[in-house]
């Protein structure tokens, strides 16, 4: 296991802020050169500390208003796979996140929809209408504070 020093965390910082910046802006902010830059980037992607490049998009500027938070138990755990029904919802594209969790519900899910009715719509004849599904609770996202995280 590698350990990583306090300019390892800043370029991580800096990179879950803005993932486009280049090396040489990377150093310029954590103080190092930008070959220098370069070759801790490389090394915490061999690592799997970095992985990919991500783009978030604005829901809402693109006509989803409504984000609600679906917590799904299956009703019948031995009848369904787990696989097919994480297959299943994966397939419905206002689910944007699917999450296998510990505790009163199995899943966990993020639901993106135009308003409360397109909500509605979905959670009836998509959501309602996967193999297994059993109790169901929802929350309807009012505001969301989008954090750095433990870096």
């Known amino acids: 296991m590698s350990v990583w020093d306090n300019i390892d965390y800043e ?9 486009s910046k280049s090396a040489g802006a990377l150093g ?3 103080g190092l050169s930008q070959p220098a830059t370069w070759r801790r980037i490389k ?4 690592a799997g500390v970095l992985v ?3 783009i978030d998009l604005d829901a809402e500027a693109l006509g989803f208003g409504v984000t609600v938070f679906l917590g799904i138990k299956l ?10 029904f994480e297959r299943a919802v994966t397939a419905i594209p ?12 199995d899943y966990r899910l993020r639901v993106v929809a135009r308003d ?9 004849r998509r959501i309602m209408a996967l193999p297994g599904v059993g109790d169901v609770e929802a929350n309807v996202l009012l505001s969301e504070e989008r954090l750095a995280g433990p870096i």
């Open 116 to 124: 409360i009715s397109d909500f509605e719509r979905v959670l009836r």
């Open 43 to 46: 090394l915490l992607k061999k």
């Open 28 to 30: 310029r902010q954590v």
């Open 52 to 54: 990919g490049r991500r």
């Open 94 to 105: 206002e689910v944007q996140t699917v999450q296998h969790v510990l505790g009163l519900y």
């Open 75 to 84: 009703a019948t755990k031995g009848r369904v796979s787990l696989e097919d």
């Open 11 to 19: 370029i991580l910082r800096e990179l879950t802020i803005d993932a």
